[in-house]
């Protein structure tokens, strides 16, 4: 049973790799700190928040608009990760845990969003 955003597995898993990516943020360079170790962690956070936001609103229009957030929230922070490693910051095997979650993060995002679009009580 849903009682709070979580109970739900789409902010868990959000914050499974909301985690990760801080904990990759951390082996950015120094010089990076307000660059895009910054941008890593709050396209990371945004994530889970907005899910959270997301359930905590009215209206089912706003809860999927809330989602669609998270889920490019997701995708900038999957952008950021790709940037460190093209830059030579992070190794890619270093990111194939956050690569993981993200994945799974998005597709509950998805299910959750298609769920959230069929009409209450419907098919």
């Known amino acids: 049973m849903i009682r709070s955003y979580r109970d739900l597995q789409a902010w868990q898993k959000a914050m499974d790799f909301a985690v990760e990516?801080?904990?990759l943020a951390k082996k950015l360079p120094t010089e990076e700190r307000?660059?895009?170790a910054s941008q890593l962690q709050r396209a990371a956070s945004s994530v889970p928040a907005n899910i959270a936001e997301g359930h905590g609103r009215i209206h089912r229009a706003d809860y999927v608009r809330f989602l669609s957030v998270a889920r490019g929230s997701l995708m900038e922070t999957e952008t950021h990760l790709e940037l460190a490693v093209r830059l030579g910051f992070l190794?890619?095997?270093?990111?194939e845990k956050a690569a993981a979650l993200s994945r799974e993060a998005g597709r509950i995002l998805n299910g959750?969003?298609?769920a959230l679009?069929?009409?209450p009580g419907g098919p």
């Not at 190794?91 to 990111?95: D, G, I």
């Open 117 to 119: 679009r069929k009409p």
């Open 21 to 23: 990516a801080y904990q």
């Open 112 to 114: 959750l969003i298609s």
């Open 91 to 95: 190794r890619q095997e270093e990111t």
């Open 34 to 36: 307000y660059g895009l």
